[in-house]
């Protein structure tokens, strides 16, 4: 008896500890992207086609030429309706030459990262503030935990492009630069001097440069 409750129990903690987007209840549940209903993800349509099911935005290489030099196009539910319950998605990120994808998280997936050409030098940061990083090329692949900081770097004079696989229909990414210095209504610039240790002038100069452009 007492057995079999503690195995109930490490086997719902277990599921609660791998879990990524739930399971489905059905065979397809194809987003209704309209629908004024809020639900945990999306409610399904009544009809639907092939179309649902496809999308050829990764097809070719984004546009580079921003501040960063980078751009991810993604290809998650609110693209393709009928990933809705699957709990996958891709990105594909195109870096200019030394381009950057800034140090940012995805708070409810893991990603995998396959590199179609060039060479990254990424990493990511455990909760413990262990870097773990490497440089990989064309055809390597390297894995970033759900939820940890982390980021790309374009290392070559050439460009470079990947596709990232999640094990969520909408992985969410919150960059960490934005999100302090850049967000609506905006951080107050005293708990950003004291969390840097830098004066709230220099709190002001940051802001400028990352407020969102509207
Ligand atoms: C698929 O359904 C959409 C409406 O959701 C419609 O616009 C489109 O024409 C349909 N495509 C085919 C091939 O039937
Ligand atoms: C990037 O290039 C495209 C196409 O050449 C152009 O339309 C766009 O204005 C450029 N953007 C920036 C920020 O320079």
């Known amino acids: 008896m007492v057995a079999t409750v503690v195995t109930v129990m490490s086997f719902t903690i277990f599921l609660g500890v791998v879990s990524a987007d739930p399971d489905m209840l059905q065979d397809v549940c194809v987003a209704d992207l309209a629908s004024k209903a809020i639900v945990n993800g999306f409610p399904c349509k009544a009809t639907f086609n092939e179309t649902d099911f496809f999308f050829d935005g990764l097809a070719k290489p984004g546009l580079t030429n921003n501040t960063l030099g980078s751009l991810v196009t993604m290809a998650n539910v609110q693209k393709i309706p009928g990933l809705n319950t699957l709990g996958v998605s891709l990105h594909r990120v195109d870096y200019a030459p030394f381009g950057l994808t800034p140090p940012h998280t995805h708070p409810r997936a893991t990603e995998i990262l396959f590199v179609l050409y060039g060479e ?12 773990v990083a490497k440089t990989i090329k064309a055809g390597e692949i390297f894995v970033f935990p759900k939820g940890l900081v982390h980021f790309q770097k374009n290392v070559q004079n050439a460009p470079a492009a990947a596709i990232a696989a999640f094990n969520s229909q909408l992985a969410g990414t919150q960059i960490i630069t934005t999100a302090l ?4 209504p905006t951080v107050p610039d005293d708990v950003l001097a004291k969390a840097f240790q830098i ?4 709190v002001e ?10």
């Open 120 to 131: 990254l030098h990424i990493g990511f940061i455990t909760t413990a503030n262990i870097f």
């Open 181 to 184: 210095f850049g967000a609506k």
């Open 205 to 214: 100069m940051i802001k400028a440069k990352l407020a969102p452009k509207s």
């Open 199 to 202: 004066d709230v002038d220099e």
